[in-house]
């Protein structure tokens, strides 16, 4: 098993009196793809949105209970959020780039936290288009925007966007669900080279896909985690009655 990454204690979050995600206490390991399932309104999102504190955006959204990362409980009020996305970076399920150009979807957050030279910028841009296996599609054009791009190529293009403030953490909501069955598989593929460098949480409905490209699975159901094993024991010998039923279409 790798090292721990990060983990959660008791992590509880409400929406008003609403309590939808349950005392959850999760480890995630380092350079592994954890995925999350289980049926609609399960608090999947809820629980990620939790790990990089995106939660806070929401209007009476409360959190209780902590999140460690690298020895801070990010969790603490006094934690400083813009730092804390650098380490742990989002991909949503729609692609959502800049209205910019290739290049400026990159260069953006590196300039942000204080990068300036051009041939900086320039290897950081081509380094985090090669990770994502876009460079080749687009080196000649980078200069036109992120807009023009394929569905599949901008959720890749957000995935660079990502990389290029080097994050220790990638969390990825239903990052696949928008895109065609080709853009699905390069993602997919994508996800298993990232993680030789990143730690990864991904939410998915596709359960062959959760099979496909995690090493762990966590079920959640109303808000609780029911099981949380190694991907290829979960999918073949699922130790909770409720994960087997729902594994094999019984409910969700
Ligand atoms: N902004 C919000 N305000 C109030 N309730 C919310 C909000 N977002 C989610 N919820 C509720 O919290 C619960 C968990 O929702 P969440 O979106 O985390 O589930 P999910 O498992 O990710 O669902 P899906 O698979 O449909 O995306 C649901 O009952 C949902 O209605």
């Known amino acids: 098993m790798n090292e721990q990454a990060f983990y959660t204690k008791d992590l509880s979050v409400y929406y008003g009196e609403k309590q939808a995600v349950k005392k959850i206490s999760m480890d995630f390991p380092d350079r592994q793809v954890v995925a999350l399932i289980g049926p609609s309104g399960c608090g999947k999102s809820t629980f990620l949105r939790s790990l990089n504190r995106m939660n806070d955006l929401i209007a009476g959204c409360r959190i209780e209970g902590e999140v460690w990362i690298g020895g801070q409980n990010i969790c603490d009020p006094a934690t400083d959020v813009v730092s804390l996305r650098q380490k742990i970076g ?12 290739i290049y400026e979807n990159i260069a953006f957050g590196p300039r942000y936290h204080g990068i300036r030279g051009r041939k900086e910028l320039d290897r950081i841009v081509e380094d985090c288009l090669r990770k994502t296996a876009l460079w080749d599609e687009v080196k000649d054009r980078l200069d036109q925007s992120g807009l023009a791009l394929s569905g ?53 409905h596709n359960m062959q896909q959760a099979a496909r490209i995690s090493d762990r699975t966590a079920f959640f159901f109303l808000g609780d985690l029911v099981e949380y094993d190694d991907t290829q024991k979960m999918f073949t010998n699922p130790s909770r009655k409720s994960t087997d039923d729902y594994l094999s279409g019984r409910f969700g």
């Open 90 to 101: 989002m991909v949503w399920q729609r692609p959502n780039p800049f209205h910019k150009s």
């Open 152 to 204: 599949g190529q901008q959720q890749r293009l957000c995935i660079a966007r990502s990389l290029a403030v080097k994050p220790r953490i990638l969390l990825m909501d239903e990052p696949a669900s928008a895109l065609d069955p080709v853009s699905t598989a390069k993602i997919e593929e994508l996800i298993g080279e990232l993680k030789k460098e990143y730690s990864i949480v991904i939410v998915t």
